[in-house]
């Protein structure tokens, strides 16, 4: 036993996106809640251009109008490259399905993932910082958060720790996706040439056949912007180089980010990450909920992470709510929950495979002349990942990773 911190309805293990939306929801549904977050903030974080469907939990939160005025820059599209031929093309999130959700930002995370903190305060979340969560239990009328400082009683302890996954690597839970194993390397640069016709989109390249990678280019409203490699790993141990040599020398051989990079300036140092794609074996257990990166994470190529650690924060706060409601926080009361996670999961997994298949990229930069595939592509890549209209959700999540183009022209056009 160490010393009592508090008790409260519910204990949040980390104060990124997901858990200070989780926690602003439940202080909206009136209940108390507490997050413990082991940095200071601002702290540098990854994960920077956000998707249109995130902003429907940003408005709910009353966030999104402290997002615009704070200035971060716009962004209405996302232009996909095949760097060796020079194919492109752009997507435009007012050309999706849903007409509706025209707009995201890119962020610097040191200051957004500060604002949504200090929202969730505002509302009267508690936020414990810097304090790191240790261990948790489970007893017969509510769970116990271990603290490096003391405990803290819940009804429910929600893990929203990040890739620290807290819970899943204490149950041994977490599994790296077999075939994703890669590396990364990133940093933000001055004088770097963005999209010619609007300078918020993002740029993803895709670079190499059997052995290859992607650079992405994500610009910030001021004046810097934020570039990546991300490649295999054999790739990258085969070059034999360290890995700011990688970087520079993979940029150097690249048509379509040689000349965007030549008069880049870093600023600050280059990161480096490493097998970053997991899930859990579950999602969630008595009087405990993972969400966002906590239960798993995918690679980033479509920007996916903040967006589905929010839509889980809202998803999470659903099932929280009934929990409270029935009384019932046992495992399968939030078993729903799990499912609905792991579908928005599996979707943009089988879109990540897709872009990794050089025959469907092909299609995806040729589609202008099948409007209605263009449409199906924007539409996954705002994050409208829930949309039964969207006919190539089932054809690539039902295709097991073959793509007969035949078979996508007869659904598609
Ligand atoms: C190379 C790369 C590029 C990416 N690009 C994008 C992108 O363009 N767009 C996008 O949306 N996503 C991107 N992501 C993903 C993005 O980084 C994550 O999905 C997102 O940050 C997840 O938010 P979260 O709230 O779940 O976790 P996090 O943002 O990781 O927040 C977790 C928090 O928990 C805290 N914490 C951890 N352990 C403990 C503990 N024991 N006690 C207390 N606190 C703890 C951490 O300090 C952290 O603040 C990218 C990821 C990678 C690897």
């Given amino acids: 036993m160490g010393n009592n911190l508090g008790s409260y309805d519910v204990a949040i293990v980390g104060g990124g996106p997901g858990g200070s939306t989780l926690a602003a929801l439940l202080r909206m549904q009136g209940r108390s809640v507490c997050i413990v977050e082991r940095d200071e903030f601002p702290r540098f974080r ?50 999706g399905l849903d007409k509706d959700h025209p707009f995201a930002f890119e962020v610097q995370r040191a200051p957004f ?78 004088g770097v040439l963005r999209d010619e016709t609007d300078e918020g989109n993002i740029i993803i390249s895709r670079f190499g056949d059997s052995k290859m990678g992607w650079f992405w280019l994500i610009p910030f409203s001021d004046g810097t912007t934020s570039v990546g490699v991300v490649a295999d790993s054999e790739y990258f141990r085969e070059s034999g180089q360290p890995t700011d040599d990688f970087f520079w020398s993979s940029i150097k051989a690249s048509r379509s980010f040689a000349p965007r990079m030549a008069d880049a300036e870093l600023v600050g140092k280059l990161h480096t990450e490493a097998d970053f794609s997991y899930t859990s074996d579950r999602h969630v257990a008595d009087r405990l909920i993972k969400v966002g990166d906590a239960g798993a994470f995918i690679d980033p190529v479509f920007s996916s992470g903040v967006f589905l650690s929010v839509k889980a924060a809202d998803m999470a706060a659903k099932a929280i709510d009934v929990a409270f409601q ?64 969207n006919q190539l959700i089932s054809f690539l999540t039902g295709s097991g990773g073959a793509y007969a183009d035949d078979e996508l022209q007869a659904l598609l056009g």
């Fill in 46 to 95: 990854i994960g920077e251009s956000l998707l249109p469907f995130s902003m429907d939990t940003f408005e709910k939160t009353g966030v999104l109008e402290k997002i615009r005025a704070a200035g971060f820059m716009e962004k209405h599209g996302a232009r996909f490259i095949i760097d060796d031929s020079d194919e492109q093309e752009c997507f435009w999130f007012r050309d």
């Fill in 113 to 190: 993932d500060k604002l949504l903190l200090d929202h969730a305060v505002e509302l009267g979340v508690t936020v414990h910082q810097p304090l790191s969560a240790t261990g948790f239990r489970c007893e017969p009328d509510g769970a116990v958060l271990e603290t490096g400082a003391g405990e803290i009683s819940a009804q429910v302890v929600a893990d929203a720790s990040g890739r620290w996954t807290f819970m899943s690597s204490r149950q041994k839970q977490r599994k790296l996706h077999p075939s994703h194993r890669k590396i990364t390397v990133f940093g933000h640069f001055k």
């Fill in 326 to 389: 029935t009384g019932d926080f046992g495992e399968a009361s939030f078993t729903d929950y799990e499912a609905k996670v792991r579908q928005g999961t599996k979707v943009f997994w089988a879109f990540i495979d897709a872009f990794y298949n050089k025959d469907f990229l092909k299609q995806m930069v040729t589609s202008r002349r099948r409007p209605l595939l263009q449409k199906s592509i924007t539409s996954l890549l705002a994050g409208d990942i829930y949309n039964e209209e």
